[in-house]
């Protein structure tokens, strides 16, 4: 897997931290996380998302189709010949038939995924999580608590985090607001 660099400014968020190359790898990879995530949430990408998974879904039917009427004896001559060559090879024609609806099933059940509202908040409690294991590996205190206007240090790293992958607008209470949100799909 590469790893990504941290910015001069997550870097000095999670020094201030812990200074370790490790913990500044760990954020930096966290960054990655969040921004790969909010890229998700992004509608333009989601609807390329889903026309690709259409795409994979017509394909997939259309071979389970071929598979069933070539098993049935319905499709032309050719077609049960190129089934037996198949099956001749050591392919099973019954496993790839339920290959092909499962992933019929599968690529339908994200499309319904993808077209339902994305949860705003997802991206900042993945990112929380990943890097309260990062404070738990290197044995130190996770809080979300906001002190006479000072922000825990996880709370205020998650922040340069959301900055470092183009989030500049989230502030510590929204974090903390989102880490006690319900997630929408409950």
Same mark, same amino acid.
């Given at each position: 897997?590469?790893?990504?660099?941290?910015?001069?400014?997550?870097?000095? $968020?999670?020094?201030?931290?812990?200074?370790?190359?490790?913990?500044? /790898?760990?954020?930096?990879?966290?960054?990655?996380?969040?921004?790969?995530?909010?890229?998700?949430?992004?509608?333009?990408?989601?609807?390329?998302?889903?026309?690709?998974?259409?795409?994979?879904?017509?394909?997939?039917?259309?071979?389970?189709?071929?598979?069933?009427?070539?098993?049935?004896?319905? =499709?032309?001559?050719?077609?049960?010949?190129?089934?037996?060559?198949? =099956?001749?090879? =050591?392919?099973?024609?019954?496993?790839?038939? /339920?290959?092909?609806?499962?992933?019929?099933?599968?690529?339908?059940?994200?499309?319904?995924?993808?077209?339902?509202?994305?949860?705003?908040?997802?991206?900042?409690?993945? $990112?929380?999580?990943?890097?309260?294991?990062?404070?738990?590996?290197?044995?130190?205190?996770?809080?979300?608590?906001?002190?006479?206007?000072?922000?825990?240090?996880?709370?205020?790293?998650?922040?340069?985090?959301?900055?470092?992958?183009?989030?500049?607008?989230?502030?510590?209470?929204?974090?903390?607001?989102?880490?006690?949100?319900?997630?929408?799909?409950?």
């Amino acid at each position: 897997m590469k790893r990504r660099k941290a910015s001069k400014a997550l870097e000095n $968020a999670a020094r201030a931290i812990c200074d370790s190359d490790e913990f500044v /790898a760990h954020a930096a990879g966290v960054a990655a996380l969040y921004r790969r995530e909010r890229d998700l949430e992004g509608t333009d990408q989601r609807r390329e998302l889903r026309g690709t998974l259409k795409l994979l879904q017509r394909h997939a039917e259309a071979i389970a189709a071929w598979l069933g009427e070539a098993q049935a004896g319905r =499709g032309i001559p050719t077609e049960r010949t190129a089934l037996q060559l198949i =099956g001749e090879q =050591g392919g099973d024609n019954a496993i790839v038939q /339920a290959w092909a609806e499962r992933v019929t099933r599968s690529a339908s059940q994200a499309i319904d995924d993808l077209a339902a509202k994305p949860d705003a908040s997802k991206a900042v409690r993945i $990112a929380a999580d990943a890097l309260k294991a990062t404070f738990e590996h290197h044995k130190l205190k996770w809080s979300t608590a906001i002190a006479r206007g000072q922000a825990a240090p996880g709370l205020t790293l998650l922040c340069a985090i959301a900055r470092d992958a183009g989030d500049r607008s989230l502030t510590p209470v929204e974090v903390r607001e989102a880490l006690r949100a319900p997630p929408a799909d409950q």
